[in-house]
């Protein structure tokens, strides 16, 4: 065999010190009007995630393979060709590791998501400048909605 044909089959050398970027996706697996998110499969999240608008992402669409992270081995074990990637080997689901998948969903249901989230968080944030806060605790520990002096 030659000294090229080794080197073509040779695994990649991934220098010591360097940091790995595990959870990085392919150029092109995500569509342009898309935005792309990682979701663990625990706590009935994927129900969660697919109930608001977001669909899984599959390989082999678009002519890339789904590589997921910059390891030298793809780690996307899924038997299906949806793209996951195993993220927790200790804590278990149904005595399985627990796997991420790769999930998308339209940059203009994102947007109207994100806009709304944002009304919760200019609400405390008002709340923090003016010191006063509407948190109510129901079951009697405490009744937040005091005025703070600073």
Not at 82 to 101: E, F, G, L, M
């Amino acid at each position: 065999m030659s000294r090229n044909k080794k080197q073509e089959t040779r695994k990649k050398r991934v220098p010591v010190g360097r940091r790995k970027l595990s959870m990085t996706v392919e150029d092109g697996l995500i569509p342009n009007d898309s935005i792309g998110r990682w979701v663990n499969d625990v706590g009935g999240q994927l129900q969660r995630f697919l109930d608001g608008g977001y669909v899984f992402v599959y390989q082999n669409k678009r002519g890339v393979t789904g590589k997921v992270g910059d390891d030298v081995d793809n780690e996307n074990t899924d038997l299906g060709s949806k793209v996951s990637k195993i993220v927790d080997k200790t804590a278990r689901t149904n005595s399985n590791p627990v796997r991420a998948y790769l999930m998308c969903i339209k940059k203009e249901w994102y947007e109207e998501d994100k806009k709304e989230k944002m009304k919760s968080v200019d609400r405390i944030d008002d709340q923090l400048r003016t010191g006063t806060s509407d948190i109510k605790e129901d079951r009697g520990h405490f009744d937040a909605n005091i005025k703070y002096k600073a």
